[in-house]
């Protein structure tokens, strides 16, 4: 669709599977606008007839980025992701086959390609939270014939085979917020069934800044009777997404913005209660900042390379 302006929503994509076909793939979402699609679009996928979308994102969320139009004390003459940048987001990124956004002349694009396996058909909704936004947008995917050397289900890169009947599901926790020491369920599937880990997206907005919640550990519980503290898959927020030492950001320091294949972060900033940069001199003088500023970031982390599963 072009110049595509839907606010109630309208289909992007409706399809039903041929006859002989073993089951059918979305496997690629794009979308090109101004700056405000990354969190004024929102699309919903429902999967062989189901009445509520079992997968439903912003634009940019879908691509490992919650904080989209934030950009606290950025210099983008800086573009090497390295401990001295002070850049707050990095803005382009583009993992092949993955996800990315890409912008020019205040036109952005934002892509993804998570696969979406549907077995009898599926429907692709788009909506806008601003009714006079314009954008194009597009999706393509797939079918695998019966018999075929495929027709087992999706083989990912750990050699693990996801089996066709399988469903992507989105599970999101969204402005909620936790008190010290509270665990939060970030997935869970029902007694009787069995998941597998894809990717985590994990958005956090604290205050004050550097609280200290990066000491929080994430725990993997391979079933429901599993003991505390289960598998241990990360002794930090930051080890989780690959990184070390607050992203950088210990006592001060810039953070180490990164978007790697496996993992990445995307936005790490801090500010006082009127909004401005707290900088690097004034983050290792106020510890802990005071009451008001604020930390966020944004992270991701894929589990295509490595079987995560747990029921």
Known sequence: ?????????????HHATLAGSAYAVL??????????????????????GELFPSVSYEVSMASGQGFPRRSEGDDNSNNNNTK???RSS?????????????????????????????????????????PGLT??????????????????????????????????????IENTVYDPLNFATVAEVPLGSVGLLYLTTTVIDTSPSQNDYIEGCWHLYTDAEQDFPGVVLGTGVEDYFDSAYWFCALN????????????????????????????????????????????????????????VGFG
């Open 90 to 130: 990095l803005n382009f990124f583009d993992l092949p086959e993955k996800m990315g956004h890409l912008a020019v002349a205040g036109r952005h694009s934002w892509f993804n390609a998570h696969k979406v396996p549907f077995q009898k058909n599926i429907v692709v909704q788009v909506r806008t939270l601003d």
């Open 252 to 307: 001060g320091q810039a953070p180490c913005l990164f978007s790697h294949a496996s993992s990445g972060l995307l936005h790490f900033s801090r500010t006082w209660a009127n909004g401005s940069a707290i900088s690097p001199e004034a983050q290792r003088k106020w510890r802990p900042q005071p009451a008001g500023s604020h930390e966020r970031l944004s992270a991701y982390r894929f589990f295509d390379n490595e079987v």
């Open 84 to 86: 001295n940048s002070t």
């Open 27 to 48: 496997n690629r979402f794009w979308i090109v606008g101004d700056e405000a699609i990354a969190d004024s679009v929102i699309v919903d996928y429902f999967v062989d």
């Open 135 to 172: 954008f194009e947008v597009g999706a393509d995917g797939y079918e695998v014939e019966e018999g075929s050397p495929t027709a087992g289900g999706i083989a990912f890169r750990s050699g693990f085979v996801l089996p066709p009947q399988a469903r992507l599901q989105l599970q999101k």
């Open 1 to 13: 669709c072009r110049r595509c302006s839907w606010d109630a929503g309208q289909i992007l994509v």
